[in-house]
């Protein structure tokens, strides 16, 4: 069975940093991109972060692009979210999710195939 | 970055109505969308891939189309477990943007 799940998330204050990880089992981890998504209170998604096979390309939303980043370790089966500088509005519930990038004539789609459950951030003071 | 403007934000429809969501980009895209389902308290999940392709396991009334700047979501013979929020999210260039998203309701 395909699983992932985060960890790591809490309370902390502005300013103060978090490292999120997910962590898969069911299928082999290195062969799939790893995303991050959040979700505020009572809000939409919205993408964070997303890394590639064997980490060769990272990519950030424009509201955390200097302050968080995202790493993998094959070995152990995991992802990671560095989150620095936290602010009250990066509050949210933060999901990882793999992505098989699937190809079809020739061109490659992501898809978020398989979620965790998420973690949720609290950013308060 | 794209923006993906989704509609409606919100709709009711008895089961077996025939459901339309819209999402349209701000530049083109090809068909790199795909389309989600959330329902409270859980992950998303997913439904559509390459605007038109659907996921292992997501039933046949659920269904993808559109290319560029205009993509639509069907679903036919609503059932009540239809529920819950759909959202679009375009991966066509970084960063990728999630649409507004459109919660439904099965009456």
């Known amino acids: 069975e395909v699983t992932l799940v985060e960890s790591g998330g809490g309370l902390v204050k502005p300013g103060e940093s978090l490292r999120l990880s997910c962590t898969g089992s069911?299928?082999?981890?290195?062969?799939?991109?790893i995303n991050w998504v959040r979700q505020a209170p009572g809000k939409g998604l919205e993408w964070v972060s997303s890394?590639?096979?064997?980490?060769?390309?990272?990519f950030y939303a424009d509201s955390v692009k200097t302050r968080f980043s995202v790493s993998r370790d094959d070995a152990r089966n995991s992802a990671h979210l560095q989150m620095d500088g936290l602010r009250v509005e990066d509050t949210a519930i933060y999901y990882c999710a793999r992505d098989p990038e699937q190809c079809l004539d020739r061109i490659c789609y992501s898809s978020f195939d398989y979620w965790g459950q998420g973690a949720e951030v609290t950013v308060s003071s | 970055a794209i923006q993906m403007t989704q509609s409606p934000s919100s709709l009711s429809a008895s089961v077996g109505d025939t459901v339309t969501i819209t999402c349209r980009a701000s530049?083109?895209?090809?068909?790199?969308l795909g389309w989600y389902q959330q329902k409270p308290g859980t992950a998303p999940r997913l439904l559509i891939y390459a605007a038109s392709t659907l996921q292992s396991g997501v039933p046949s009334r659920f269904s993808g189309s559109g290319a560029v700047t205009q993509f639509t979501l069907t679903i036919t013979n609503l059932q009540p477990e239809d529920f819950g929020t759909y959202y679009c999210l375009q991966d066509y260039d970084y960063p990728w943007t999630f649409g507004q998203g459109t919660k439904v309701e099965v009456k």
């Open positions: 890394i590639s096979r064997r980490g060769t390309y990272t």
């Open positions: 069911g299928f082999t981890f290195s062969q799939y991109n």
């Open positions: 530049q083109g895209m090809r068909t790199d």
